[in-house]
């Protein structure tokens, strides 16, 4: 079965600080997406990325960047400079099977950036 | 383009009522999906309609239900309302049903039970 595995359960930064959040996968599929959202305290979920099994180039957008590692089934999301509005929780997810709408989010991490 | 949109964005009813949800997807997206999120589950898939027609279900008692319009809105539907139903429940669309379509998410409608 599908699982998305976020062992960080909230990291606090500093504003201009770098952080990583960490993302596992477990997947038997040979071929799948995997996906980051953003829910900031509104509550809406903000998609952020998805990304191909078979695509690991590192992809970067703006202060955003993704590091996709197949042998070890991460998919680990970098916020470079981190600023205030980046504060928020974070999941990442990753679809249920094949045919299927169904998302398996992990328990998301909560990033606070401080002043 | 108008994102998906929730109604109403906050509810407040009694244990034993039913409530029902309204969601109206993206222009043009044709699958809808349901989540629940509460503090001690997480996101939890609910449901995914799709041409009208339930597609998927999460593994949630027959007290939540949904439907699908032919203008892919959808509404959701929980009965006999119970303290553990309070939650933030999401709304999603996408253009397709397949799993590489992307879901968009709507600003959700919190729902407290007293």
């Known amino acids: 079965a599908q699982k998305v595995t976020q062992a960080q359960t909230e990291i606090s930064v500093v504003e201009k600080e770098d952080v990583t959040l960490d993302c596992v996968y477990e997947t038997r599929d040979t071929t799948y997406y995997l996906f980051w959202y953003k829910q900031p305290p509104s509550g809406e979920l903000v998609f952020l990325i998805r990304?191909?099994?078979?695509?690991?180039q590192n992809e970067i957008s703006g202060r955003y960047s993704w590091n996709f590692q197949k042998s070890t089934s991460s998919f680990n999301f970098t916020i470079t400079a981190s600023q205030v509005v980046d504060s928020a929780v974070y999941f990442c997810?990753?679809?249920?099977?094949?045919?299927?709408?169904?998302?398996?989010f992990g328990t998301g991490t909560r990033l606070l950036v401080s002043p | 383009k108008a994102g998906v949109t929730q109604t109403p964005r906050y509810l407040i009813k009694t244990r034993g009522q039913q409530v029902t949800l309204s969601c109206s997807p993206i222009?043009?997206?044709?699958?809808v999906s349901w989540y629940q999120q509460t503090p001690g589950q997480g996101l939890q898939f609910l449901f995914e309609?799709?041409?009208?027609?339930?597609?998927n279900k999460g593994n949630f008692p027959g007290r939540f239900s949904g439907r699908q319009f032919s203008n892919s809105r959808s509404e959701m539907n929980v009965s006999t309302l119970e303290l553990g139903d309070s939650a933030l429940y999401l709304c999603a669309s996408s253009r397709d049903r397949g799993r590489s379509d992307t879901q968009y998410f709507g600003p959700g409608t919190r729902l407290t039970v007293l």
């Open positions: 222009s043009g997206h044709r699958s």
């Open positions: 997810a990753l679809p249920y099977n094949t045919g299927f709408q169904k998302l398996v």
């Open positions: 990304r191909n099994s078979f695509d690991e």
């Open positions: 309609y799709f041409s009208e027609t339930q597609r």
